[in-house]
Nanobody, 121 residues
Framework: QVQLVESGGGLVQPGGSLRLSCAASGSIFRIYVMAWYRQAPGKQRELVASITSSGNTSYSGSVKGRFTISGDNAKNTVYLQMNNLNPEDTAVYHC???????????????WGQGTQVTVSS
């Protein structure tokens, strides 16, 4: 079983910064990709950023230049540094990972429980 646990959400003023963390634990053979999604009230879940095990990153257009995704392979952890936040960034942020559990080379998709980010003055 693989678990993803997020931390770092909270309330921040417009223009502020937050750093989210997501740690994967359990019986892990290999992590292929880790990503952050977000879902605002009344909206569909959207991909924010992703990073592969080799360090390749991608971002949605709405966060490019403001958010930075990074990973620590030794700790099975991914981070999302969010700068210059605005109210449109308010959402529940979910960690996602494509993980091959121990004993398998085929990855399965896992989700964290989500962490609330609220940008408001």
């Amino acid at each position: 079983q693989v678990q993803l646990v997020e931390s770092g959400g909270g309330l921040v003023q417009p223009g502020g910064s937050l750093r989210l963390s997501c740690a994967a634990s359990g019986s892990i053979f290999r992590i292929y990709v880790m990503a952050w999604y977000r879902q605002a009230p009344g909206k569909q879940r959207e991909l924010v950023a992703s990073i592969t095990s080799s360090g390749n990153t991608s971002y949605s257009g709405s966060v490019k230049g403001r958010f930075t995704i990074s990973g620590d392979n030794a700790k099975n952890t991914v981070y999302l540094q969010m700068n210059n936040l605005n109210p449109e960034d308010t959402a529940v942020y979910h960690c996602n990972a494509a993980v091959a559990p121990a004993g398998s080379i085929r990855p399965s998709n896992y989700w964290g429980q989500g962490t609330q980010v609220t940008v408001s003055s």
